[in-house]
């Protein structure tokens, strides 16, 4: 066996982080920060050079179960763990291409998708397709929109739960993110949500906001309305606050970049991790985020999803 590398996008969430886990709709980019992964032939299974611990690696020690021999693994990219940009989906996405390269498979996106998916909501207890099928097929995706959001790609169903995942044709627009710093892993918020909506009525009221604003940006999309997908980015980081996911780091840099921005709203699990900005001052976002703690970048969308390197 030769070495076998693959690497696979990160993704910021335009629209619809949590609720996308109740079967709401969704609306992911991928991003030009990607994790490769390489895989070679090995006496015994090492991560990064270092001996294989389960309990450090497990999202890795779900894939690593799936194959019977030692193998040399090795990480590397620019989506910090636990930041909101969907370093997870990237990590399983490429894991699971250089894999199947090893078995001599040529897995679809499809397959590719479903099985990181699986990988995903194993590790983190409860999850949503959103973020492995972002960093599959890449550009953009939309999960459980209106039929006419886009071509459609692949469905993935779990227990009670479905979801059809579209691709979506998003307008030329610049997105800034602003990093906190914290390190925030998505299980715990995902199930905080989840006790949060079993015990109360409200929370499933917010849930059902979150769709409904969701389906509203997906027009916007269709209609170039920018002005209107930044409002309700806005309105969609007031509905997370609401949920309990938000934190004072993640607000102090919404509330910085707004000045300057269409929207603004935390992006993936929260509790830390980034937020992003819709704008066309990008400079002026980026300072702002820089004066109030963050780390900021801008991204580029439209790009590749998986691939081998
Ligand atoms: C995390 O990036 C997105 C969540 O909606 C979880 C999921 O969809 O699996 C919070």
Redesign the pocket.
């Known amino acids: 066996m030769n070495a076998i590398s693959a690497s696979a996008p990160g993704k910021v969430?335009l629209l619809g982080?949590?609720a996308?886990?109740y079967g709401k709709p969704?609306v992911a980019l991928a991003i030009d920060r990607r994790i490769k992964c390489t895989l070679s032939p090995a006496a015994e299974t090492t991560v990064n050079g270092r001996s294989y611990d389960p309990s450090k690696h497990p999202y890795l020690d779900h894939m690593i179960n799936l194959f019977s021999r030692p193998v040399r693994i090795e990480t590397e990219g620019s989506v910090p763990p636990g930041s909101?940009l969907?370093s997870s989906a990237a990590l399983s996405v490429s894991f699971l291409k250089a894999l199947n390269g090893v078995m001599g498979n040529d897995i679809d996106n499809e397959r590719l998708a479903n099985d990181a998916f699986i990988t995903?909501y194993t590790v983190?207890g409860?999850?949503?397709p959103?973020?492995t099928s972002a960093s599959t097929h890449g550009m953009g995706i939309v999960v459980n929109g209106p039929e006419d959001s886009g071509e459609h790609l692949w469905d993935i169903s779990k227990n009670e739960s479905k979801w059809s995942v579209r691709d979506i044709r998003i307008p030329e627009m610049t997105l800034v993110v602003g990093y906190t710093g914290i390190h925030a892993a998505?299980g715990p918020?995902?199930e905080k949500v989840r006790r949060y909506k079993d015990k109360c009525g409200f929370a499933k009221d917010v849930i059902n906001d979150i769709g409904n604003l969701t389906i509203e940006g997906i027009g916007a999309l269709k209609k170039n309305d920018i002005v209107r997908l930044g409002n309700l980015m806005t309105q969609d980081h007031r509905s997370l606050s609401i949920l309990g996911v938000s934190c004072n780091e993640l607000n102090k840099l919404v509330n910085a970049s707004l000045e300057y921005s269409y929207g603004a709203k935390l992006t993936?699990?929260?509790g830390g991790g980034s937020m992003i900005a819709l704008t066309d001052r990008p400079e002026k976002v980026c300072e702002a985020i820089s004066l109030h703690g963050g780390t900021p970048f801008i991204v580029r969308t439209g790009v590749d999803g998986a691939r081998k390197e």
């Open positions: 969430i982080e949590h996308v886990v969704a909101g969907g995903e983190q409860r999850a949503s959103l973020d998505t918020l995902v993936g699990a929260g």
